[in-house]
T-cell receptor, first 117, second 109 residues
Framework: GAVVSQHPSWVICKSGTSVKIECRSL??????MFWYRQFPKQSLMLMAT?????????EQGVEKDKFLINHASLTLSTLTVTSAHPEDSSFYIC?????????????FGPGTRLTVL | GQNIDQPTEMTATEGAIVQINCTYQ??????LFWYQQHAGEAPTFLSY??LDGLEEKGRFSSFLSRSKGYSYLLLKELQMKDSASYLC??????????WGAGTKLIIKP
């Protein structure tokens, strides 16, 4: 149990376009989902925390108008990178935390590699 | 501020034992996680410690000392597939995960 999927696995787009990444908890309800970004040879950087039905909480330095997060249901959160630029190229990973789960463990999706040309 | 320190890189030999250390200073503590991350993949859960002591799970063990702000991950009988980055993360008082930069473990035959 506790499987999280992400779609797409990888995406290549032109500068200026918008890209939507989906994160789904397949066999549990995720009250909280997290979006991370990871640049090569660096650790995970938390971008935002989203709770179902409410606005996401963004970390300092993350532009909320550029990285739109929608947590519409207990099993789905989306991250939209608007007007993407080459510097947005990165590995984007979501994780989900189940309500009442032991250890407050986060379950990670497989990640989405975004390349902006 | 919040800070988690772990070595950048370690090298070990196949079949041997390696210990990866992690020290932390965080606002509150609700547990410490170790994750394994292979290149190009998302992290996978290895262990969770919230009480002092050693937790053993097969070839992997994790130790915690809350008074010292210290943890280690012990890997025994190393295999080539253990080559990966190992991430230490602490759950702070707001139940937010604070991540270390990760330790890249290189296994040599």
């Amino acid at each position: 149990g506790a499987v999280v999927s992400q779609h797409p696995s990888w995406v290549i787009c032109k500068s200026g376009t918008s890209v939507k990444i989906e994160c789904r908890s397949l066999d549990f309800q995720a009250t909280t989902m997290f979006w991370y970004r990871q640049f090569p040879k660096q650790s995970l950087m938390l971008m935002a925390t989203s709770n179902e039905g409410s606005k996401a909480t963004y970390e300092q330095g993350v532009e909320k108008d550029k990285f739109l997060i929608n947590h519409a249901s207990l099993t789905l959160s989306t991250l939209t990178v608007t007007s993407a630029h080459p510097e947005d190229s990165s590995f984007y990973i979501c994780s989900a935390r189940a309500s009442g789960r032991e250890h407050n463990e986060q379950f990670f999706g497989p990640g989405t590699r975004l390349t902006v040309l | 501020g919040q800070n988690i320190d772990q070595p950048t890189e370690m090298t070990a030999t196949e079949g041997a034992i390696v210990q990866i250390n992690c020290t932390y200073q965080t606002s509150g503590f609700n547990g410490l996680f170790w994750y394994q991350q292979h290149a190009g993949e998302a992290p996978t859960f290895l262990s969770y410690n919230v009480l002092d002591g050693l937790e053993e799970k097969g070839r992997f063990s994790s130790f915690l000392s809350r008074s010292k702000g210290y943890s280690y991950l012990l890997l025994k009988e190393l295999q080539m597939k253990d080559s990966a980055s190992y991430l230490c993360a602490v759950l702070d008082s707001n139940y937010q995960l604070i991540w270390g930069a990760g330790t890249k473990l290189i296994i040599k035959p």
